[in-house]
């Protein structure tokens, strides 16, 4: 096997895909973290939604509640 160097514009070409190599792995690690964050983030807010609808729920129900007593005693009168 023979090796060959590489020179001139070959050369020039060859460092300009390596470059162009190392920005998109750099861009798929970058994107890979922030995916990882977002997707942690989104899990938050999911559980954050979760307990504020079961507190509206709650709330919900502790008002019906007492517009329900409300008109009792307001039939009494």
């Known amino acids: 096997m023979s090796s060959k160097k590489i020179s001139g ?3 020039v070409d060859l ?3 390596v470059h162009q ?3 998109l792995i750099t861009l798929c690690e970058r994107l890979h973290d ?3 964050r977002l997707k942690s983030k989104q899990t938050q807010l ?3 939604h ?3 609808a079961d507190r509206s729920d709650s709330s ?3 008002i019906e509640a007492m517009i329900s007593r409300l008109k009792t005693l307001e039939a009494e009168l």
């Open 46 to 48: 999911q559980a954050t």
């Open 9 to 11: 514009p070959d050369k």
């Open 21 to 23: 190599l190392e920005e």
């Open 34 to 36: 922030e995916n990882t």
């Open 50 to 52: 979760g307990r504020l």
């Open 60 to 62: 919900r129900r502790k």
């Open 15 to 17: 460092d300009s895909l």
